[in-house]
């Protein structure tokens, strides 16, 4: 199974009217309250409609990648990007699949294809978010993609949730 990742600012989805709804009425409503993301964000929230919360957030380097499957929205992946002595790097703050879609194998998938968006971009350190560890599914996604990391492509270190995308040779996925 493929997921189409793609980037909800960078790649002009912003006109797309299925995938705006998509933003406004599921990412946005899905922030978890006392989150970093709502705590830093909570001003914004409460101030700006929804159609200039996307533009405050992507001035800020929030991005939301889409993963499709056979045309449909199946989940999300929301990432901030954050530059390191001058290298891009993303921070994932929030994967979700869409309920109906949960418990079907859409997970690693929609994982491989946000690595192969960051290799698309010349981003070749992705943080797996701060509190991965603390929850199960992601520690469980993790795992996985680091068995395979040839396949992939990647290094994965664990304890940091830290993935390092190797530039060269890029895999097929």
Known sequence: MSIEGKLFVREGLLTDPVAQAFILNGVFTDVESGSKFDTKNRELFQKLSPRELIGALAQQGYEVMLGYHEGRIIGYVGFQEHRNEGEPN????????????????????????????????????????????RNEKMVKLLRILGQKEEELGITVDQNSQWLTV???NPPVL
């Open 166 to 168: 190797k530039s060269q």
């Open 90 to 133: 993303w921070q994932m703050f929030r994967m979700k699949i869409q309920p109906e879609y949960q418990g079907k194998g859409y997970s690693v998938p929609l994982a491989k294809s946000f690595i192969e968006k960051g290799r698309e971009h010349r981003v070749y350190r992705l943080k797996w978010g701060d509190e991965a560890t």
